[in-house]
């Protein structure tokens, strides 16, 4: 009896298909039926229509789809289905470019510029790779008119490497750099003589280690962290060393309210301590150092296309060297709604920072700056932006926008005095006949009015002009020393199978640096133009074959002797040509 009930319990288990969310099994009213297809349509690919836009549909938590787990027992059906083969359609398929992961290049100017590029990449397996870059460039100069040396040299070394984890995915790097260059402008108002020239010692040489780190974590609310060691040294034996940590943090809110979206923290840990052996006007050794820590929380909202960030940012830095601490608060606010679809857009925003400036900071805005420098943070108390985007037509695009800035202790750069007359060089150092620059501040509001309109005018050319003005208003200094109160730009880019070309036309207007009475020590007297300046940059290429590219680059093409900073006048007309090679290993 109970063999029976056993096999009659089996029987009807055997007939049941049952899933987490129903209980109820509808009868089978399958039949057997006999199904003729016919194939009498043959599409093309010219029958589709292609769909542009993508939808971006987002789903409400009361709207998400529940998570639905079946489990099917399949049972036989019988069928007498019999479909008809179809014949396969051929696909126009556009040629797709080989992408190499290693590159060489080799090129060679007049002022026996040497140029020299490579890129090499390897990976062991396809969750790790390993890259090494380097990069040199030199020139002899030849500027006119210039007696001192005008070469200079770039060599960068750097190497990577990434790891991918199942939680976290890590790449680490190194790289050096080292650059030379002269204190090669001389006042043109002073008579140096012979001898005074050939007893200056102008070179100078930037040497820069970094060490940095970057994860990224998945399933955890840190979500990155960039890690730097940065050591920065120059010939006169200056120092700065740099640590620094960025970890950014990510909180849900669905605990609070389902429709919150994340909460965004970005920490900022930041030491810097540096040294110069000297002053400008004596040999006392001169020291820096600041601790700064931020924190930085940001929220995002979206709704009906209305679009704003809210968020704040906040400091405490520490100057070891005065033994003080101060703490900043400033806003980090911006909204933005498409008032035309594609065509306009608003924004405006409310923002502010805390700026640690650096040695090797100044020394990359201004190569010719003395190794002398006073360093101290700049303050941006506030800063309001406003403006438009979008499109005039499908190929015209334009942005407009306009900002007002406050900033307190802003670096402004000037010419240093010369403490030589013309014939007097004895125990002076290369950078102390008034052929170097030194940093001033002072309080500085800035109202910026930018424009860009830019023609997409197919796949293969784009063309585009931008402009800056600038207006400052100083509290101490008479003049906002070498910014210029206007700057332009035309820019172009072309690409074809076999060749590409582009351009940029910078403009800036003239600029001020300031004048004195004699030599050092003395005061200043008024201040020395510097002229407006157009130069015309081209490049381009011809692609020999898929690995080969034959390519040229000119610079200055008006052959213009105008100068950036007073008295450095920059390089007349330069022409560089050479081939690049892909290939992988």
């Known amino acids: 009896m109970q063999k029976s009930l056993s096999i009659t319990a089996f029987l009807l288990m055997s007939t049941l298909a049952f899933s987490q969310q129903t209980k109820t099994v509808a009868k089978d009213t399958i039949k057997t039926e006999v199904v003729n297809v016919i194939s009498s349509y043959s599409p093309s690919i010219s029958d589709a ?14 709207t998400q789809k529940k998570t639905v787990r079946y489990e099917i027992y399949s049972a036989p059906v019988a069928s007498t289905f019999s479909p ?11 040629v797709r470019e080989l992408a190499y992961k290693n590159y060489l290049a080799a ?22 790779e390993f890259g090494l870059y380097t990069n040199f460039n030199s020139s002899e100069g030849n500027i006119d008119n210039i007696v001192l040396d005008n070469n200079y040299s770039n060599l960068h070394l750097g190497t990577y490497y990434k790891q991918a984890y199942t939680k976290m995915n890590l790449e680490l790097g190194a790289d050096f750099k080292r650059d030379q260059y002269n204190w090669y402008g001389l006042p043109a108002s002073i008579p140096f003589n012979a001898a005074t020239i050939n007893a200056i010692d102008e070179a100078q040489v930037y040497t820069n280690f970094d060490l940095s780190a970057n994860f990224d974590f998945q399933d955890s609310n840190l979500k990155n962290t960039d890690l730097l060691l940065s050591y920065f040294t120059d010939d006169y034996n200056s120092k700065e060393l740099r640590l620094s940590a960025a970890p950014q943090w990510q909180f ?4 609070i309210n389902e429709n919150l979206t994340d909460l965004t923290l970005d920490v900022t840990l930041d030491y810097l301590t540096g040294s110069t052996d000297q002053t400008y006007g004596s040999v006392a050794k001169r020291e820096h150092g600041f601790f700064t820590m931020g924190l930085a929380p940001k929220y995002y909202l979206n709704y009906n296309d209305l679009e704003v960030k809210l968020g704040a940012k906040a400091y405490l830095a520490s100057d070891l060297e005065n033994k003080s601490n101060q703490f900043f608060i400033y806003p980090d606010v911006q909204i933005s709604y498409p008032l035309m679809e594609d065509y306009i857009s608003m924004y405006v925003g409310a923002g502010g920072d805390l700026k640690t400036n650096s040695y090797k900071g100044f020394a990359e805005e201004n190569r010719f700056i003395s190794p002398t420098q006073m360093i101290t ?3 941006e108390k506030y800063s309001v932006f406003g403006g438009f985007n979008g499109k005039i037509t499908p190929v015209v695009g334009y942005h407009i926008k306009a900002s007002y800035h406050n900033e307190e202790d802003k670096a402004l750069f000037i010419r240093n005095n010369s403490k030589s007359n013309g014939t007097a060089a004895a125990a002076l150092k290369g950078y102390e006949y008034g052929n170097s620059f030194s940093v001033i501040y002072d309080d500085v509001k800035t109202f910026s009015l930018f424009g860009q309109v830019s023609f997409n005018l197919s796949k293969d050319l784009q063309l585009g002009v ?3 003005l600038n207006s400052f208003d100083l509290s101490t200094e008479s003049t906002a020393w070498n910014l210029p109160k206007l700057t332009g730009e035309i820019f172009g ?16 207007r003239k600029q001020y640096d300031v004048t004195y009475a004699a030599t050092y020590p003395s005061a200043r007297t008024g201040a020395q133009t510097l002229k407006s300046y157009i130069d015309v940059n081209l490049n381009g290429g011809y692609y020999i074959n898929k690995k080969f590219t034959a390519f040229v680059k000119i610079n200055n093409l008006l052959n213009s002797d105008y100068a950036r900073q007073a008295n450095f006048n920059v390089q007349g007309f330069q022409v560089l040509g050479g081939v690049s090679y892909k290939f992988d290993f």
Do not use: C
């Open 107 to 128: 090129g060679f100017g007049n002022n026996t510029t040497v140029f020299l590029e490579a890129f090499l990449q390897h990976s062991t397996r396809p969750d790790n």
């Open 252 to 255: 849900s809110l669905n605990k």
């Open 84 to 94: 008809k083969t179809g014949a396969v359609k051929a696909l126009e398929m556009s």
């Open 377 to 379: 943070q700049t303050n």
């Open 466 to 468: 931008q402009g800056t």
């Open 493 to 508: 880019n072309y690409t074809s199978d076999k060749w590409y070309a582009g351009t940029n036309i910078y403009y800036a």
């Open 49 to 62: 229509f292609k769909i542009k836009n993508n939808p971006n549909i987002k789903l409400s938590a009361k």
